[in-house]
């Protein structure tokens, strides 16, 4: 092999080396290109060397000085971007402080929850208690202890959800013995109203009392607009010396306004049988400022909930005096304040929970 081949076979395979050096960015491309030039089995300078054998005695030593010059050049290229390439690979354990973060997933309030949170607080800074009672109840602590014994046609106001199987141990107390097993038996029943509390809470506690009990309360109802068979309420009670229905009112004005802004209250005579007198409470109709429109029907007012003086029956069934004490009681429906506060018309949407609607509420 004369001299001028072997230049021209060292620039063929420069000019191969080169370009797959250029497009190395791996230790691992690095290694192969080593292997494909250098490796003693299959390397093409290798291969290159072992023709030594056809080059005239007088220039083998030229041509040695050539190989191996060519050999040289690309081990320290090769050398050269390994350098290259270790220089832009991250240290174990960096970070990338310029990275931004990945968006962290923020729920929010259910709108029912962020009544309930604004409603305690209300309650709460005015001294009272709050407290949550159980939703699977007997048919004396929401029934008959509130002045509705078995027979009282006020038990079908409410469809009522009864239980297949009793409580275990009963909380029958004192009219135990009265009532037949088998009816004792049928009366365990997801609570209709909160206002079970208020015998379990008058039994266990004298008065004084100012007293919150928000909670779902159940009934016999289908879905509908303004219906569903599960829903919550704020039950309350106040109970002490000299309690009037102007403290009834008082309490209302300072809460619905807390509630609602600048709304007016009036009370309206009604019946529910542990009360005596009892009222329902209306707000003037925030939408048309008590003019009249389609959200109030054209009356200027909205129902917010159900009121009374405690019947004195209902006194007497948790062994209190009532000529020592007097009090008021209240229920309110949590959805129904919701509805109103927050402009929805459709009651299930609060239990449908659907992104598209709860995320209409802020943070
Ligand atoms: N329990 C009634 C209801 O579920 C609401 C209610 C009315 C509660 C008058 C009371 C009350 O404590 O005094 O509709």
């Avoid at 306004?257 to 709304?263: A, T």
């Avoid at 229920?331 to 299930?348: C, H, P, S």
Wanted: aromatic share 8%.
């Amino acid at each position: 092999m004369p001299d001028t081949e072997v230049r021209t076979a060292i620039d063929a395979l420069r000019a191969d080396f080169r370009a797959r050096l250029a497009a190395a960015t791996t230790d691992r491309d690095l290694d192969a290109l080593d292997a494909a030039f250098l490796s003693r089995k299959n390397g093409s300078v290798t291969a290159l060397l072992k023709q030594v054998g056809t080059v005239p005695p007088d220039e083998r030593r030229e041509f040695g000085r050539l190989v191996n010059a060519f050999k040289t050049e690309i081990e320290s290229a090769i050398e050269e971007k390994r350098g290259a390439v270790a220089a832009t690979r991250r240290p174990a354990g960096a970070i990338d402080p310029t990275l931004g973060s990945r968006p962290i997933p923020i729920g929010r309030i259910h709108p029912l929850m962020r009544v309930r949170q604004e409603v305690e607080d209300i309650f709460a800074r005015m001294g009272y208690e709050i407290l949550e009672g159980p939703e699977v109840e007997d048919d004396y602590h929401n029934f008959e202890a509130l002045n509705m014994p078995p027979d009282h046609p006020a038990r079908d106001m409410q469809d009522t959800l009864y239980l297949g199987v009793p409580i275990a141990g009963g909380t029958w107390g004192a009219h135990r013995g009265r009532v037949p097993e088998a009816q004792v038996r049928a009366a365990t029943l997801l609570r209709t109203h909160t206002s079970a509390m208020q015998i379990r809470y008058m039994k266990t506690f004298p008065p004084p009392i100012r007293l919150i009990v928000p909670g779902r309360v159940y009934r016999r109802d289908q879905l509908d607009l303004s219906h569903t068979p599960m829903f919550q309420q704020f039950e309350g009670l106040v109970v002490g010396r000299g309690i009037t229905l102007a403290d009834l009112k008082g309490t209302f004005e300072a809460m619905l306004r807390d509630l609602f802004g600048d709304v007016r209250v009036r009370l309206r005579p009604s019946f529910f049988p542990y009360t005596e007198p009892s009222a329902e409470v209306d707000i003037s109709c925030q939408s048309c400022g008590g003019s009249g429109c389609g959200t109030c029907k054209h009356t200027g007012w909205l129902e917010i909930l159900g009121s009374g003086m405690v019947h004195p029956a209902v006194f007497e069934a948790v062994g209190y005096d009532p000529d020592e004490v007097t009090g008021f009681a209240f229920g309110m429906g949590m959805e129904r304040v919701a509805m109103l506060k927050y402009g929805v018309d459709d009651i299930r949407l609060f239990y449908e929970n659907d992104l598209r609607f709860l995320e209409q509420f802020p943070l």
